[in-house]
C-alpha cells in the first residue's frame, strides 16, 4: 500500500458508471448473482456482508424480485451485516431492519441464514465480541458490498477513528466522535481478504468523496475508503453520473 503524502494508484479493477441509481442498482444485482451462483457452484455456499445505508436499498428490492428470486440458491447464501448503529433492531436506524426489511422477509431468508449484531447486550464492545465470534470462522467472505459517506467513510469506518487502523479483529466497536457514538463494524482485514468487494455511490453529494478517494492524495485517515484495498480479490466501485461526476479518469 503506497506511503502517506505520494498519489496513490488505487488497484481498482472496475469503475462502472450507470446513467442514475436505478440503473446502477441494475448493474450491481447482476453482478451480485453472477458471484453468488459462481461461488454456490464451486463451494455449494455463499457468504455476503451486506451494506447499511439508504443507496444499497433499490438493490435489495431488485434480489428481492421474482426474476433473482428464481436464479439464486438463497438457502445456500450466509448473510452478514457490514456495520450497524448500537440500537434496538426495531429502531428506524437499525441497518438489520432496513435488510430485513428489503431482503430477508420478502426472499423468506431464515434468521439461521442471518449472522445480526447483537446489539441488547448492554454495551457495544460486548456485541462487537460477539459479533466477532460469529464472522471469525467465515472469513474471507466471498463478497463484501459497501456504501460511501459524503465524507469519504465506509461501513462504520470513520474518519480519524481507531477501527481504522484495527489489523487483527474483525469486528469492532468504533468510537465515532462526531456521531458521539459507538458503531459496530467490521474492519479492513475482513474487507481486504474478501474474494469480491463491490462499493456503491450514488448521488452528486458523494461526487468529492468519490474524487478524493479514487484519484486524490493517499490520507486515509481523512478518506478511509481508501483503505479498500483487496489482497487478491476483485474491487468493483459502482457509480451513478453524479457520484461520477468530478472524476477526471472516467
Ligand atoms: C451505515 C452504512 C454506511 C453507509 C454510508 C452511505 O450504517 O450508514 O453502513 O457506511 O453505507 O453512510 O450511506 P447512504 O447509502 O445512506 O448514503
Known sequence: MAGPGRIRKIRVTRIRISKDLARLSETAAELFADIANAAISSTGSFTVSLAGGSTPRSLYAILASDHYRGSIDWPSVTFFIGDERYVPDDSPESNY??????????????????????????????????????????????????????????????????????????????????????????????????????????????????????????????????LIDPTIGDLYWLLDESAANLLERR
Open 97 to 226: 431492519r432496513m435488510v430485513a426489511k428489503t431482503l430477508f422477509r420478502p426472499l423468506e431468508i431464515p434468521d439461521r441464514n442471518v449472522y445480526r449484531w447483537n446489539t441488547t447486550s448492554g454495551d457495544a464492545e460486548t456485541g462487537a465480541k460477539l459479533y466477532e465470534k460469529d464472522l471469525r470462522p467465515f472469513v474471507p467472505l466471498d463478497l463484501i458490498l459497501l456504501g460511501l459517506g459524503a465524507d469519504a467513510h465506509t461501513a462504520s469506518l470513520f474518519p480519524n477513528t481507531a477501527a481504522l487502523h484495527e489489523q487483527q479483529t474483525p469486528a469492532t466497536a468504533n468510537w465515532v466522535e462526531k456521531l458521539a457514538e459507538h458503531r459496530l463494524t467490521i474492519t479492513f482485514p475482513v474487507i481486504n481478504s474478501a474474494a469480491t468487494v463491490m462499493v456503491l455511490a450514488s448521488g452528486i453529494e458523494k461526487a468529492k468523496a468519490v474524487a478524493n478517494v479514487l484519484e486524490g492524495e493517499f490520507r486515509p485517515d481523512e478518506f478511509p475508503a481508501q
